[in-house]
T-cell receptor
Framework: DAMVIQNPRYQVTQFGKPVTLSCSQT?????MYWYQQKSSQAPKLLFH???????NEADTPDNFQSRRPNTSFCFLDIRSPGLGDAAMYLC?????????????FGDGTRLSIL | KQEVTQIPAALSVPEGENLVLNCSFT??????LQWFRQDPGKGLTSLLL?????REQTSGRLNASLDKSSGRSTLYIAASQPGDSATYLC?????????????FGGGTRLMVKP
C-alpha cells in the first residue's frame, strides 16, 4: 500500500490561476518535503516541514507556499502559476531530519499550465 | 556548494549484461549517499542507502559502492533485465546542505533491450 500519497496525479491549470497540490502520509513521519522536477532534470527541493516548523529554500520563488495542517497532510500552493512552473512535483517524508533517515517519495503530481 | 554529477546521462544495453552507473560529488564531507529509481511519470523509489562509514551496500542484483575520498559512487546491476529500464538518480546528504537536505544528480536513463 502506498505510504506517501499525492493527489491528483495530473493537474492542469490556467496561467495565473491558483492551484493546490496535496500530499498525505501514513508513516507518521516528522518531516515532509516538496520537490520540483522539470523534464530530464534532477529534483529540486522547494521547502520542507520539520513537524510544524517551515523551512524555505533560499531560491524558492515567493509564488510557492506550503501548509501543513497536521502530521499527515501537506499542501503546495502556487499562487499565480507561470508557464515555467510546469513540472512534476514530488512529496517526500522522512522519520526525522537526521542524516541517517531515508526519504520516502510519493508518485508525484504532474502540473501542466495552459 | 555540493554538486552531484552522473555519467552517462543515458545508457542502452542488451538484456543480460552487467552494467555500472557512475555518480560523483564535489565535496567529500557527506553523511550518506542514496540511489533511487524513477520510472517514467512516477516518483522516486529508494534502492540503496550507504552511510559515510560504509563502503558498499547490496540488495538482490544491485550493489552500490562508495569511495568518499575520491567523491565517487557506483551502482552495479547484475544480469540486467528489461524491467530495470528506468532513470537512476543518486543523491547525497552533505555537511554543506543546511538541515541535511538531499542534493541530486541529473540521473542516468537506462534502457535494457530484450
Amino acid at each position: 500500500d502506498a505510504m506517501v500519497i499525492q493527489n491528483p496525479r495530473y493537474q492542469v491549470t490556467q496561467f495565473g490561476k491558483p492551484v493546490t497540490l496535496s500530499c498525505s502520509q501514513t508513516l507518521n513521519h516528522n518531516v515532509m518535503y516538496w520537490y520540483q522536477q522539470k523534464s530530464s532534470q534532477a529534483p529540486k527541493l522547494l521547502f520542507h516541514y520539520y513537524d510544524k516548523d517551515f523551512n524555505n529554500e533560499a531560491d524558492t520563488p515567493d509564488n510557492f507556499q506550503s501548509r501543513r495542517p497536521n502530521t499527515s497532510f501537506c499542501f503546495l500552493d502556487i499562487r499565480s502559476p507561470g508557464l515555467g512552473d510546469a513540472a512534476m512535483y514530488l512529496c517526500a517524508t522522512s522519520r526525522d531530519r537526521g542524516a541517517n533517515q531515508p526519504q520516502h517519495f510519493g508518485d508525484g503530481t504532474r502540473l501542466s499550465i495552459l | 556548494k555540493q554538486e552531484v554529477t552522473q555519467i552517462p546521462a543515458a545508457l542502452s544495453v542488451p538484456e543480460g549484461e552487467n552494467l555500472v552507473l557512475n555518480c560523483s560529488f564535489t565535496d567529500s564531507a557527506i553523511y550518506n549517499l542514496q540511489w533511487f529509481r524513477q520510472d517514467p511519470g512516477k516518483g522516486l523509489t529508494s534502492l540503496l542507502l550507504i552511510q559515510s562509514s560504509q563502503r558498499e551496500q547490496t540488495s538482490g542484483r544491485l550493489n552500490a559502492s562508495l569511495d568518499k575520498s575520491s567523491g565517487r559512487s557506483t551502482l552495479y546491476i547484475a544480469a540486467s533485465q528489461p524491467g530495470d529500464s528506468a532513470t537512476y538518480l543518486c543523491a547525497v546528504i552533505s555537511a554543506l546542505n543546511a538541515g541535511n537536505m538531499l542534493t541530486f544528480g541529473g540521473g542516468t536513463r537506462l534502457m535494457v533491450k530484450p
